[in-house]
């Protein structure tokens, strides 16, 4: 079992930034990729950006140039950096992570990107 711990959303004008932080615990040793995924109002759940141990980065293509992920360096925590902040970033922000016999989500975290 894996434990999601997210943390680092709230609402910023257009053009702000922000960066999301996610801790994960429990069997983290069978951890091999993590990621960010989003969820607006009335649309579902997609792939924001993803990291795998060997570092290799994968970003929906709406957010490239904009947001970077990265992990830590004991590798049991995914950051997303959020620059340029558009408001159609606006969503429920979840941390996600693959392990070799499961996923597991943290219980999201709101970002409101308004004037």
């Known amino acids: 079992q894996v434990q999601l711990v997210e943390s680092g959303g709230g609402l910023v004008q257009p053009g702000g930034s922000l960066r999301l932080s996610c801790a994960a615990s429990?069997?983290?040793?069978?951890?091999?990729?993590m990621g960010w995924y989003r969820q607006a109002p009335g649309k579902q759940r997609e792939l924001v950006a993803t990291i795998t141990n060997g570092g290799r980065t994968n970003y929906v293509d709406s957010v490239k140039g904009r947001f970077t992920i990265s992990r830590g360096n004991a590798k049991n925590t995914v950051y997303l950096q959020m620059n340029s902040l558009k408001p159609e970033d606006t969503a429920t922000y979840y941390c996600?992570?693959?392990?070799?016999?499961?996923?597991?989500w943290g219980q999201g975290t709101q970002v409101t990107v308004s004037s």
């Open positions: 996600n992570t693959k392990t070799v016999a499961s996923e597991y």
């Open positions: 429990g069997s983290i040793f069978s951890i091999y990729a």
